[in-house]
């Protein structure tokens, strides 16, 4: 078997994380993924608290959703770069772009120019609210679209106002939806033989991931607002509790695992206590069963009350640290962290989030090249084009290749 996209070539306009996460996607899965970029780079390449690998735009953002992909140079300032690019478009599957709508049709790179190249061409456009509507040319970054989507207003505790998640979540939707998109779009071609524009918004992206919260109101009229840790169930034993030197998050959301729960921590009198008959007064008396629960787990740590519950079979985890979750067992099991030789040392970068039965295809989900060095394959991919070195230079805006 060979990779799924294993035939398919990617031309990658896309920089920061919404957009290279989503092409990242396909290079993961044997796509030929090639990055065209500005003479400095991708923005994100310096995005990093570290000097060194700044100066060598190599961050670890930038690694983290740039392997499998090749790196062209090209100056799109220059008629003669866009006519390189004119030329890639015939030959290729997909355009994944996340700029401003508008931006690249004042390059002559828009929708309706590739396609008329290429009709079967797949052009992706990430944005933050899409290219139709009110707000299509109003800016975006993860920060505005988290606030607006509603996510910050249901995160965090009440008393401290809207949180942000710790991490570019609305970025990695938009870049995660927008490869859930051109998949679509590929097999839609499949059976038409004629490529589309497809239009992502982060936005948009946002609010399906929020389809459960959505619906609570417009279905209930129930206000959605900040539970803190509380899960969304608002099942009291659902929660993250103290424990010892640190925290446990219990998962305790059916009647048999309620009634494990209490007899695991010695408390078979809350099974008859009439203020926690059912979960409608179990909630209304939630500090009273919080009380109880701490009470009982200050005797141990978060790891020896994990694993006197899960013996139980009563769902629950201690709050890992990034640093002890990456050498958990069952992802090293599972093979989630590759180790990679870049040019800036060895490490470890996350693959995909599934495997594909039996094997796969050769290379399936496997980091089999190194994020690339600005402009490393520029040289390689134009002279194969058939343009010399002097153009070369000229289409990186008269940079030296660096390969």
């Known amino acids: 078997m060979t990779a799924p996209f294993h035939n398919i070539r990617v031309l990658d306009f896309t920089r920061f994380l919404s957009g290279p996460f989503g092409a990242h ?70 355009v994944w772009e996340n700029f401003r709508p508008g931006v690249m049709d004042k390059l002559g790179l828009g929708y309706a120019a590739l396609s008329a190249i290429n009709p079967r061409l797949i052009y992706c456009s990430i944005s933050g609210f899409g290219h139709t509507g009110p707000e299509k040319n109003t800016p975006a970054f993860d920060g505005k679209i988290q606030a607006m989507s509603g996510i910050m207003s249901i995160t965090g505790e009440p ?31 499949t059976q038409t033989g004629k490529g589309q524009h497809v239009d992502v918004s982060m936005l948009d992206a946002s609010l399906s991931f929020l389809s459960t919260q959505v619906a609570d109101f417009t279905v209930t009229g129930t206000p959605q607002r900040q539970f803190g840790n509380l899960s969304m169930s608002r099942k009291p034993t659902a929660d993250r509790f103290r424990c010892g030197d640190g ?79 990456i050498e958990h067992p069952q992802l090293q099991s599972r093979q989630v962290l590759q180790t990679v030789a870049s040019s800036v040392g060895t490490h470890r970068m996350v693959g995909p989030g599934f495997h594909l039965g039996a094997d796969g ?26 343009f010399d070195d002097d153009a070369i230079a000229r289409l990186q805006g008269r940079v030296s290749a660096t390969s």
């Open 247 to 325: 925290y446990i998050v219990l998962a305790a959301m059916t009647e048999p695992q309620f009634q494990r729960l209490f007899q695991v921590i010695a408390r078979e009198d809350v099974l008859a206590d009439p203020r926690f008959a059912d979960w409608f007064t179990r909630y209304e008396h939630r500090d009273a069963l919080r009380d109880i629960i701490e009470s009982a787990f200050g005797q141990r740590s978060p790891a020896q009350w994990e694993a006197v519950l899960n013996a139980a079979d009563v769902p629950c985890a201690r709050v890992f640290n990034i640093e002890d979750v």
């Open 159 to 189: 008393e401290d106002g809207p949180m942000r998640a710790g991490f570019a979540l609305c970025d990695v939707i938009g870049g995660m939806t927008s490869a859930f998109a051109v998949a679509t779009a590929l097999y839609q071609r």
């Open 361 to 386: 295809g050769a290379g399936s989900g496997v980091i089999h090249s190194p994020p690339p060095r600005l402009g490393e394959h520029t040289h390689a991919v134009l002279a194969g084009m058939g």
């Open 25 to 94: 996607q396909f290079a993961l899965q044997g796509a030929e993924v090639i990055k065209i970029e500005p003479p400095a780079g991708d923005d994100t390449r310096t995005i990093t608290v570290n000097k060194a690998l700044a100066a060598q735009k190599m961050s670890p953002a930038f690694m983290a959703v740039n392997s499998n992909k090749k790196s062209v140079v090209l100056d799109l300032k220059q008629s003669e770069a866009i006519a390189a690019v004119l030329r890639m478009v015939a030959e290729a599957d997909i």
